[in-house]
Every structure is written in structure tokens, then in C-alpha cells.
């Protein structure tokens, strides 16, 4: 062999060891999606994780600094799929307002049948913006973000071009996109939950049941009615 040739299997086996530590890291992921979908984000442990994938914990630690990084990048994938789902819903038509109300109605599809999307997503809500950047890599901060503004731009371009023909009023339409969003979060527990409580009479509690298909137009009017906003 000649001396030219030789650095070239330098750069092939680091793209070589680059691609199976990126095959671990999916696989890693998606053990951690399956789990979730199967127990819920709270009974999903490192130990159980592992054990999926054929593996000791100690190198779910070599790929990701903590847990937190890994259930941020599990959240990456469940906010891919919402992504593609918002996108086919707003593809079906051009009126705004019929396209806002598609938007939440495939939000809210997406978040009862995937239950574990909501636990994670707030999680992840719930943690410090300051705390998180001290526990998530910038890279898996990045992807993150990436994903949550896929999500979020395909809401605030509808809400844009509503803006534009008069059939809503909204001074930052990015800034109701992530109220949107955080909001039907919250509203979404109401959906699993699957009750309510009212007062059968003072200091009475009165519980009862509520639909999907409730919380589904619950959260279609209020982003309407809240898009709409008052002519200025």
C-alpha cells in the first residue's frame, strides 16, 4: 500500500464508530418511546431502558448526560410524528379559520392517543429553562427546539395568514402558537382523566364524565374565540 493512501482509513473507521454510536443512540431512544407507550414516562426507569436495549446503564450514561437528555430526545420523536400530523391537517384546506380548527382537532387526536406525549412534554415544561440547560447538551437542546418549532410554525402560519384577511386579531401570533400549545397540554390531562368536578351543592363535590370529543371542541372554540380576539 502506498504512503498516500494510508490516512484515508483514518476518516473511514471514526465514520464507521460516528455511525454505530448513532445506531446505539436510536436504538436507546426508541426502547425509551416503547416504555413510555407501555407504562407511562413515570415507570420508566434507566435500569428497565437498558435492559431493552441488551445493555448496562452505565452506557446509556456514555450517550446521553442524564435522563433528562434522554427524555427530551424520546420527546423529539412523539413532536416529529405531531409535526407531520398538524402539516396534513393544515393541508386540507386554505381557510384560516377551518384550518385552525383542523390544527387543534389533530393536536388533541394526537395527544389522547398518545398519553405518554403529554406526560413527557410537560415534564420537560415543568423544569427551570436554566436547570434543563444544565442538564441537556446544547446539541440535544438544539433538537429539541428544532422539533418544538416544527410544531409551532406550522400553528403560527396559520394564524398569520388569518391575521392577514381580518379573521383574526392578534398582535404576536408566535407568542399564541406557544400559548396554544403549553395550554392544550393542561387541557389534554382533562381529556385522559376523563372527568370533571362541579358542586352538587355548596361544599358538595359532583363527579362526572367528559369525552374526548368535549375537550376536542372545548379547545377548538377557545383557540378561536381567543385568535378572533376584538377588532382594534
Known amino acids: 500500500m502506498s504512503s498516500e493512501s494510508a ?73 416529529d410524528e405531531l409535526r407531520v400530523a398538524l402539516e396534513q391537517a393544515a393541508s386540507t384546506t386554505d381557510e384560516p379559520r377551518a384550518q385552525l380548527e383542523r390544527l387543534v382537532g389533530a393536536f388533541v387526536d394526537y395527544g389522547l392517543a398518545h398519553p405518554a406525549f403529554v406526560d413527557c412534554a410537560q415534564a420537560i415544561m415543568r423544569r427551570p429553562g436554566g436547570d434543563l440547560l444544565e442538564e441537556v447538551s446544547e446539541s440535544a437542546m438544539y433538537r429539541l427546539g428544532q ?6 410554525s406550522v400553528l403560527t402560519r396559520t394564524i398569520e395568514a388569518g391575521a392577514a384577511t381580518g379573521d383574526f386579531h392578534v398582535e404576536d401570533p408566535g407568542l399564541l402558537a406557544n400559548m396554544l400549545y403549553a395550554s392544550g397540554l393542561g387541557t389534554l390531562q382533562l381529556g385522559r382523566v376523563a372527568l370533571l368536578v362541579s358542586e352538587e351543592a355548596p361544599g358538595v363535590p359532583r363527579i362526572s364524565r367528559v369525552t374526548g370529543e368535549q375537550v376536542r371542541d372545548h379547545m377548538v372554540a377557545s383557540a378561536l374565540a381567543v385568535a378572533a380576539g376584538a377588532p382594534r
Not at 15 to 30: C, W
Not at 40 to 67: C, L, M, P, W
Not at 147 to 152: D, E, F, R, S
Open 7 to 79: 490516512p484515508a482509513a483514518v476518516p473511514a473507521r471514526t465514520g464507521t464508530a460516528a455511525a454505530r454510536r448513532r445506531r446505539r443512540e436510536t436504538e436507546i431512544i426508541s426502547a425509551t418511546r416503547r416504555l413510555f407507550d407501555e407504562r407511562g414516562v413515570r415507570d420508566a426507569q434507566i435500569e428497565d431502558i437498558a435492559r431493552s436495549v441488551g445493555i448496562n446503564r452505565a452506557i446509556i450514561y456514555r450517550h446521553f448526560t442524564g435522563k433528562e437528555e434522554l427524555f427530551s430526545l424520546t420527546l423529539v420523536q412523539y413532536l
Open 147 to 152: 422539533a418544538i418549532t416544527g410544531c409551532l
